[in-house]
């Protein structure tokens, strides 16, 4: 027997007990992880700088993140845990429906390497306020962080509760090939598919949070330096490795040319305030490893020798892992970078004359994770609103609809992915919705009149619910 099968059965060992823990018993184990991670927060600020480059700040902003859901789900535990009452109908007359959201068991948790210590313990979050124990397998593109995490994890909790284990594909697929009673994945959409066939063999259910080429529609009114402002942030924060970052810009043919100017400008303003260069700023992070590095910087070649024109950047050091933050234009769908998803600072630029084309250029990749528009018709962002599907939109702004407020939940549609995280959305994603009729047995509430054979009475109240 393998230690990765003998570890989860010590996890399984304690599905009973987890699920029978009261609320205040789950809010003070959340506390007590939350505090683990507070007392390590140098050493996942080194782990982020260390492997993705990342000022402190940033990685200290994804630990803000998860604090708020900790203190959302300890502040509403009570109210979730409780059973909640529904209303009557016809169907259920005279009798007492509730809902109770019971625990699903094992949840395992697979994580990407962009913020490794949100994508760990975000759906941790969940998975214990709901009651379940819980396998993390962080990434092994983050190893320094994957350790921190094991470390805070088995501080916190006990090992029949939850567990880390680190690893690469093997470990993954080990894993995969257990009775979980959910997976939980974040990661590209290849892996995606091989998640949810493992599934199917247990019939687990699945969260996929995926990604895709999130799209951004600036119109003829939008607010072109505000737009390109927060489109220059977005694109390069994380070096571009955000799965709901702005991947490509479809702009009013007649606001290009200025678009184009200013996210140029913009890019120095904010990542190059002190003019010693791009490379050298300690706001522009690194690309994870060589073969990522390698893929982005192929793919900027690829479209400029299709014939995109590098508007901004273009260049990269496989040595410091570094890639310019890059605009090209010009850009056509033969393009690699119109058809992969970036995952690095890198924005493609495309022009419309009419609305309708918008949602031409859309509708050729699959369902994006997030879509942004600036514009400031409202009947234009209705249009574009209705007319497109996306796991999150954002008007006016991007990347402000994760992870900063538990009660909007995060998640894809499609090929971006399928079920919700964060806030209650997230506790009932792994949770049982298990519905409970009461029969109170009094001769005015427990009538059998459904029972054969038919009388006329039951005839009639039958055939009125057909009306
Ligand atoms: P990935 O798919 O390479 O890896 C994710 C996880 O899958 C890792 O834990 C890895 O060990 C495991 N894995 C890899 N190959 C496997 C295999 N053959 N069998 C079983 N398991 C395997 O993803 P990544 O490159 O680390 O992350 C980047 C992707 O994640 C992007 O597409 C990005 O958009 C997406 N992402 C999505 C979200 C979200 O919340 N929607 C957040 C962050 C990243």
């Known amino acids: 027997m393998s230690d990765i099968k003998t570890r989860f059965e010590n996890l399984q060992s304690s599905t009973l007990r987890l699920r029978n823990s009261t609320a205040a018993e789950r809010a003070e184990k959340l506390k007590k992880l939350w505090a683990g991670m507070l007392a390590r927060k140098e050493d996942i600020f080194k782990a982020g700088n260390a492997e993705r480059g990342t000022h402190d700040l940033d990685v200290a902003a994804e630990l803000v993140m998860i604090k708020a859901e900790i203190d959302h789900a300890v502040k509403n535990l009570a109210g979730w845990v409780k059973p909640h009452k529904v209303k009557g109908a016809m169907g259920t007359f005279g009798k007492k429906c509730e809902i109770r959201y019971q625990s699903k068991g094992v949840v395992l948790n697979m994580a990407a390497y962009n913020a490794p210590t949100a994508e760990c313990f975000v759906p941790m979050i969940s998975a214990m306020a709901a009651g379940n124990a819980i396998a993390i397998k962080p990434s092994e593109y983050a190893p320094q962080s994957a350790q921190i995490i094991e470390e805070i994890i088995a501080g916190a909790l006990p090992a029949d509760e939850a567990q880390t284990f680190q690893g690469g594909v093997e470990t993954a697929q080990e894993l995969l090939s257990l009775p979980f009673n959910h997976i939980y994945y974040t990661g590209g959409n290849a892996v995606g598919k091989i998640v949810m066939k493992a599934a199917a063999d247990h019939f687990a259910s699945i969260t996929l949070e995926m990604g895709g080429k999130s799209p951004v529609i600036i119109d003829e009114t939008a607010d072109l330096e505000n737009a390109a402002t927060k489109l220059a942030w977005g694109r390069v924060m994380n070096a571009g490795q955000v799965c709901i970052a702005p991947e490509y810009v479809i702009i009013h043919e007649s606001r290009q040319e200025e678009f184009q100017k200013l996210i140029s400008k913009k890019i120095e303003t904010l990542y190059n305030s002190d003019g010693k260069g791009l490379e050298n700023s300690q706001y522009v992070p690194r690309i994870i490893n060589e073969r990522h590095h390698g893929r982005i910087s192929g793919l900027i070649s690829d479209a400029v020798s299709k014939g995109a024109e590098v508007v901004f950047g273009g260049s990269s050091d496989v040595s410091t892992r570094y890639i310019e933050?890059?605009?090209l234009t010009n850009v056509s769908e033969d393009m690699k970078v119109m058809q992969e998803e970036v995952f690095g600072p890198v924005m493609a630029v495309m022009p419309f004359k009419n609305r309708e084309e918008v949602i031409d250029i859309i509708a050729k990749r699959p369902n994006p994770l997030a879509l942004y528009i600036y514009s400031k018709d409202n009947d234009a962002v209705e249009y574009f609103l209705t007319n497109t599907s996306s796991g999150s939109a954002?008007?006016?702004?991007?990347c402000v609809q994760a992870g900063t407020n538990p009660n909007l939940p995060f998640g894809g549609v499609g090929a971006s992915g399928m079920g919700r995280a964060g806030g209650f959305e997230g506790f009932k994603e792994l949770s049982n919705a298990r519905s409970i009729v009461h029969?109170?047995?009094?001769?005015?509430?427990?009538f059998l009149i459904m029972l054969p054979p038919y009388s006329d009475k039951?005839?009639?109240?039958?055939?009125?619910?057909?009306?």
């Open 439 to 446: 029969q109170p047995l009094d001769r005015f509430r427990d």
């Open 394 to 398: 954002v008007v006016n702004n991007n």
């Open 458 to 467: 039951y005839k009639n109240i039958i055939m009125k619910g057909l009306k």
């Open 325 to 327: 933050p890059t605009v």
